[in-house]
C-alpha cells in the first residue's frame, strides 16, 4: 500500500510570516494480519456505509463480514501501487478501491485469488438495506441459537437410542447450517492456502466435535461464536464511529441568498464557494464560512473542544458543526462541504486509525505466531495424550477441539485496535487531532517538552498593555486621540496595537509620513507630532536620564516601547508586548506534575523570553535562536529523553520533524490536512499538551490490561482444557467473555478521554 503523505504549506500566523515544510515521515498503511478476527487489527480501517462515497471501484463482497477478511484483502491488493485508498463496509459487505480504472480487472483478480468473490456495483449499498441485512442476521443468529438449545435438549431429555441420536444429529446440523455455512466456507478456503485464522480454527473444531458424537456442543459453540462475532462487530463499530458521526452535526441543508435577495433552503453539498448563507440562533452551521453580517456567540466544542462559547463578528471565520447561540448570523462560504474543518478531521483520524501502535504491530506478530503454536499443541493432544498417558483415542481428541476453541485470538488481537481508536477518537473531541496509533503511544514516553514562544506561550499579536502620561500641556483624552490619529494610518504591528488599544475617535491627520526603522509624523489640528520608537525620540534629543531609565524598565519585561513627541516635549509613553495565554501557566504546571521537563526555544530576544519564561514558570530558556538553532536544541535535547516540541506547525517544522513527536498550535482555522505536526491542538489551548500525555498513558495502560486478560483467561482454561474437565461450552464461553471484556474495557477511553 501506497505511504500516507501530508503537504506542508507555509501560511500566515498573526502578524508573523512563516515558511516551512516538514519532513517528518509517518507511518504507512498497513495491512492485517491472517490472524485477525472478529474486529481484529484492521477493524479500525472500515469506514461506514455514510463514509464509502460514490466513485472508484466499487465491490460487492458477500463473505467479507469482519476484519479477517478485510485484513486478507489488504495483504491482497498489497502490491498494487496504484491502489490509492480502500474503504470497506463490513456491515454492508462492501469495499470501494481508490485506483485508475486500468488496474480494476486486475484488483478484483487478486481479491478473486484471495479466495472472495466478488460483484461490481454501481454504487455503495444503502444504508437501509444494509440495516435491513443486519437486522436479518440477527435473526437468523437467534433462531440458530434456539435450535442449538433445542439440540441439547434432544441430547439430555430423550431416549439414548438410534432414532433419537438421528434427530439431535440433524437438529444440531441445522443450528450449523443457520450460523456457521459462511464459517465453514472461509475456514477451508483458508486451509486450503495454508492459513490458520479463527475460521480455519473453529471449523476444524466443530466438525471434529460433529464427528465424535459430541454435536450438541458442536451446534452451542458455532451458534453462540457467531452471535459473539457480531456483538463484537457491533462494540468496535462504536469506537470507529466515534469520529464519523460528526458528519452528523453537520445539517444536509442551509439557507442560501439568491440572485434576487431571497433566501432559499439548498442541500448544502451543492453550495459554491462564494455564496452567503445564513445561520439563525440555536442552529448548526452547515459549512465553513466567514461571517459578514451580525454578531454571536458559537459554541465551537464539536471542533475544537472549548467549552467557552467564542463571540464572531464580521470577519471571524466560523466552521460546520458548530452551533450559533444568540444572533442571527450571514456568512460567506469559504470551503465546499466536502472540505470543511470538520470533514478534514474525520479525513485525518479515519487515516491514523490505518496506523497501526507499536503495540497493535507486536499483538499482530504475536497472534501469527500464536495461532499455529496452538494448533500444533493441540494435535500434540489428540495424538500424544493417547499414546503417552494411555488415555482413550476420544478424550484425548475432545481435549484438543477444547483447546482450538479456547485458542481463538479474537480478545487478544481485538484488543488493541479497539483501544486505540477509542483514544484517537477521545482526543478528537476534545480538539487533539493525533495523526496515528503509534503518536498515541509516543506521547506516554515524553520527558522533554520544548516550546517555542510566539503563538504557542503567547497570544502571537501585540497588545497594548501600558500608557505613561508625560505631559500636563494637554489633557489626556486630548494626547490619546493624537496618538490613536497617527497609530490608525500606520500598518505596522505595533502601530495597529496602540490603535487597537486606544479608545476614542480618531482626527484627521495632514502630511502622514513614515520614516523607516523609526516611526510615523503627522499634523494633527495643525501641530506637527511624531510617534516614534526609543531611537528616534533619543536622536531628537528628547531623552532624559530619567526618561531613559524609565524606558529601560519597561524594555527589561520585553515590552515594545512607542513615544508621542512634538517638538517641545514628550507627551506620553505606550508599550506593546505580547501577552501569554491565559492557559499556558497552567499548562506548564500540568507538564511538570506528569514529571515533564519544560524549555523554552525562541528567536525573540533573551529579556523579552526571560519575562514570558518567568510568567508561565519555566526556568530553561534559550532566547535568539534561527529555524536551525531549535532543532539543534532539540536534537541535544534528545540525548536526555524523549523530546516532544510544541510550535506553530509551520516555522517550526526543522525542530518539530527532529523532535519524537511534534504539537502543532494550529488552530481551527488552520488546514489540518497540511499540518506539519504529529499531533495538532486544534484550539490552540496549550494544556492539550499534558492532557494529551495523559491519555496516552491511559491508553497504554488500557492495551496492556487488555492483553494481560486475553492471555491470562486463556491460560486459565488452558490448564483446564489439558488437566481437568474444561468443555466446550466452558472453551467457548471463556473466549465470548474475554472478547467482549476486553471490547468493553477499550471502550472506556471513549467516556474518559484525557481527564486525570
Known amino acids: 500500500m501506497p505511504q500516507l503523505h501530508h503537504d506542508h504549506a507555509s501560511h500566515d500566523h498573526g502578524d508573523y510570516d512563516h515558511h516551512a515544510g516538514h519532513d ?6 498497513s495491512a492485517c ?20 462515497a460514490t466513485g472508484g471501484l466499487v465491490l460487492r463482497i458477500p463473505a467479507m463480514d469482519c476484519p479477517t477478511e478485510e485484513g486478507q484483502i489488504r495483504q491482497a491488493l498489497e502490491r498494487f501501487p496504484e491502489v490509492m485508498r480502500l474503504q470497506f463496509d463490513l456491515a454492508g459487505r462492501a469495499l470501494r478501491v481508490d485506483a485508475p480504472p486500468s488496474s480494476w480487472e486486475s484488483v478484483t483478480a487478486a481479491i478473486n485469488a484471495a479466495g472472495f468473490k466478488t460483484e461490481t456495483l454501481s454504487a455503495p449499498p444503502a444504508a437501509a438495506d444494509t440495516a435491513r441485512s443486519q437486522r436479518t442476521e440477527l435473526i437468523r443468529l437467534i433462531a440458530a441459537l434456539a435450535v442449538a438449545v433445542g439440540a441439547e435438549l434432544v441430547h439430555f431429555l430423550a431416549p439414548d437410542t438410534l432414532p433419537w441420536r438421528g434427530l439431535g444429529m440433524v437438529v444440531a446440523a441445522v443450528a450449523i447450517a443457520l450460523s456457521g455455512l459462511s464459517v465453514f466456507r472461509k475456514g477451508l478456503s483458508s486451509l486450503f492456502r495454508g492459513q490458520l485464522n479463527i475460521n480455519a480454527l473453529m471449523s476444524v473444531a466443530v466438525a471434529g466435535a460433529f464427528a465424535i458424537g459430541q454435536w450438541p456442543e458442536a451446534a452451542m459453540v458455532m451458534a453462540l461464536y457467531s452471535l459473539a462475532e457480531l456483538i463484537e462487530a457491533r462494540s468496535v463499530e462504536r469506537a470507529r464511529n466515534a469520529i464519523t458521526g460528526l458528519l452528523q452535526l453537520s445539517p444536509p441543508q442551509v439557507e442560501v441568498r439568491q440572485v434576487d435577495g431571497s433566501w432559499a433552503t439548498v442541500e448544502a453539498k451543492a ?13 448548526r452551521f452547515a459549512l465553513d464560512g466567514r461571517v459578514t453580517e451580525g454578531q454571536s456567540a458559537v ?21 460546520a458543526g458548530t452551533i450559533n447561540q444568540s444572533g442571527s448570523l450571514e456568512f460567506e462560504v469559504t470551503k465546499p462541504a466536502s472540505d470543511t474543518v470538520l470533514a478534514r478531521i474525520i479525513h485525518a483520524v479515519e487515516a491514523a486509525q490505518a496506523q497501526r501502535a507499536p503495540t497493535q504491530r507486536f499483538v499482530d506478530r504475536f497472534a501469527a505466531i500464536y495461532t499455529p503454536a496452538v494448533f500444533a499443541l493441540a494435535l500434540a493432544v489428540a495424538l500424544g495424550t493417547p499414546l503417552v498417558l494411555g488415555w482413550p483415542w476420544l478424550t484425548g481428541i475432545y481435549k484438543a477441539l477444547v483447546l482450538l476453541v479456547i485458542a481463538c485470538p479474537c480478545a487478544l488481537v481485538i484488543s488493541t485496535p479497539v483501544t486505540v481508536v477509542s483514544g484517537l477518537a477521545a482526543a478528537a473531541r476534545r480538539g487533539i487531532l493525533i495523526k496515528g496509533g503509534v503518536y498515541l503511544e509516543q506521547a506516554r514516553k515524553l520527558s522533554i517538552v520544548a516550546l517555542d514562544k510566539t503563538g504557542t506561550l503567547t497570544e502571537g499579536k501585540p497588545k497594548l498593555v501600558a500608557q505613561l502620561m508625560r505631559t500636563q500641556a494637554l489633557p489626556e483624552d486630548q494626547v490619546v486621540r493624537i496618538a490613536r490619529s497617527l497609530a490608525a494610518r500606520s500598518d505596522h504591528p505595533v502601530s495597529k496595537a496602540i490603535a487597537a488599544g486606544l479608545a476614542g475617535e480618531a482626527s484627521t491627520v495632514q502630511n502622514f509620513g513614515a520614516e523607516l526603522g523609526r516611526g510615523v ?31 529601560h524598565e519597561h524594555e527589561a519585561q520585553g515590552r515594545t516601547l512607542t513615544v508621542l513627541a512634538n517638538a517641545q516635549e514628550v507627551l506620553a509613553l505606550f508599550a506593546v508586548a505580547d501577552t501569554t495565554k491565559e492557559s499556558s501557566r497552567q499548562a506548564i504546571s ?29 526556568d ?34 526543522p525542530s518539530l520533524a527532529a523532535a519524537a513527536l511534534g504539537f502543532s498550535m494550529g488552530g481551527a482555522g488552520t488546514d489540518t490536512a497540511k499540518e506539519a505536526a504529529d499531533v495538532l491542538i486544534m484550539n490552540d489551548d496549550l494544556r492539550r499538551v499534558p492532557e494529551t500525555i495523559r491519555l496516552s498513558k491511559k491508553t ?27 468443555t466446550m461450552w466452558m472453551a467457548v464461553f471463556a473466549d465470548m467473555g474475554a472478547s467482549l471484556l476486553v471490547v468493553f474495557n477499550g471502550l472506556r477511553l471513549l467516556r474518559a478521554g484525557g481527564d486525570r
Open 33 to 52: 494480519g491472517p490472524a485477525a478476527c472478529g474486529g481484529g487489527a484492521c477493524a479500525t480501517a472500515s469506514a461506514p456505509v455514510a463514509a464509502l
Open 620 to 653: 530553561d530558556v534559550r532566547a535568539d535562536l534561527l529555524p536551525q538553532d531549535k532543532q539543534k536544541a532539540v536534537e541535544a535535547l534528545a540525548t536526555e529523553g524523549e523530546v516532544g516540541m510544541v510550535g506553530d506547525g509551520v516555522n517550526d517544522s
Open 521 to 551: 509624523h503627522g499634523s494633527v489640528d495643525g501641530q506637527d507630532y511624531v510617534l516614534g520608537n526609543h531611537r528616534w525620540i533619543h536622536e531628537r534629543g528628547q531623552c532624559s536620564a530619567e526618561f531613559e531609565a524609565l524606558m
Open 590 to 618: 500540568e507538564l511538570k506534575a506528569l514529571g515533564v521537563r519544560t524549555v523554552m526555544l525562541t528567536g525573540d530576544n533573551p529579556s523579552t523570553a526571560q519575562n514570558i519564561a518567568k510568567q508561565v514558570g519555566i
Open 271 to 283: 453550495v459554491a464557494v462564494g455564496a452567503v448563507a445564513r445561520v439563525k440562533p440555536g442552529e
Open 700 to 726: 497504554y495502560a488500557v492495551l496492556w490490561q487488555n492483553i494481560s486478560l486475553a492471555l491470562g483467561i486463556k491460560a486459565v482454561f488452558f490448564v483446564l482444557a489439558v488437566f481437568g474437565s474444561a
Open 299 to 319: 459554541d465551537q466544542s464539536p471542533v475544537t473542544g472549548e467549552s467557552i462559547p467564542v463571540d464572531k463578528t464580521p470577519g471571524d471565520d466560523v466552521f
Open 24 to 29: 517528518h515521515d509517518h507511518a504507512p498503511v
